[in-house]
């Protein structure tokens, strides 16, 4: 079954580009939405952003002045980067399959640990 | 935008029912029928367990159910159980296509 695996750095300095991948495993990027989503510490999920496997994409009017999602459908994988990160991004960072309307995230990576701190 | 409001926290004693509640606005939950349920277990990624407000995937127990009325979607699990205790988040799609998680909810089994 399909599955999705994120990697990146475990930490990042403040001011500078948080930049994580999905590796999408055992499925096609083809016909879905690949999304991030954060959970800072002990708080709530927040959804950062899709790309659609057409390489459209939408992110919460929160980041969006921070955020870059893109897609390398060669290499089944999507990309997040984050600018200007603060202690505030410091999150377990996930990414997500997400099936065209109606719109549910139905399979979802493991999660990755972001801290950012100098 | 605003998370959509759900209560902190929920509990119940096993074998009982319980039920938590979700609430947008008409730019979301009362908008589209396109509310999705989330379990998540501490440490552990989130488990989709209720889509487009009432539908289960498959292998997830018929214990669980959605609806939805207005602008406030509701999951409801019966017959509780020590492993249904964990954080249950609800999430829209939005006007502006973009998606909106609820604050989350804590159910404790007692």
């Known amino acids: 079954q399909v599955q999705l695996q994120e990697s990146g750095p475990g930490l990042v300095k403040p001011s500078e580009t948080l930049s994580l991948t999905c590796t999408v495993s055992?499925?096609?990027?083809?016909?879905?939405?690949w999304s991030w989503i954060r959970q800072p510490p002990g708080k709530e999920l927040e959804w950062i952003g899709y790309i659609h496997y057409s390489g459209s994409t939408n992110c919460n009017p929160s980041l969006k002045s921070r955020v870059t999602i893109s897609v390398d459908a060669s290499k089944n994988q999507f990309s997040l980067k984050l600018s200007s990160v603060t202690a505030a991004d410091t999150a377990v960072y996930y990414c997500?399959?997400?099936?065209?309307?109606?719109?549910?995230?139905?399979?979802w990576g493991k999660g990755t640990t972001v801290t950012v701190s100098s | 935008q605003s998370a959509l409001t759900q209560p902190a926290s929920v509990s119940g004693s096993p074998g009982q029912s319980i039920t938590i509640s979700c609430t947008g606005t008409s730019s979301d939950v009362g908008g589209y029928n396109y509310v999705s349920w989330y379990q998540q277990h501490p440490g552990k990624a989130p488990k989709l367990m209720i889509y487009e407000v009432s539908n289960r995937p498959s292998g997830v127990s018929n214990r669980f159910s959605g609806s939805k009325s207005g602008n406030t979607a509701s999951l409801s699990i019966s017959g509780l159980q020590a492993q249904d205790e964990a954080d249950y988040y609800c999430?829209?799609?939005?006007?502006?296509?973009?998606?909106?998680f609820g604050g989350g909810t804590k159910l404790t089994v007692l």
């Open positions: 997500a399959r997400e099936v065209p309307t109606p719109y549910y995230m139905d399979v």
């Open positions: 999430t829209s799609y939005t006007s502006s296509s973009t998606r909106l």
């Open positions: 055992g499925g096609s990027i083809s016909g879905y939405f």
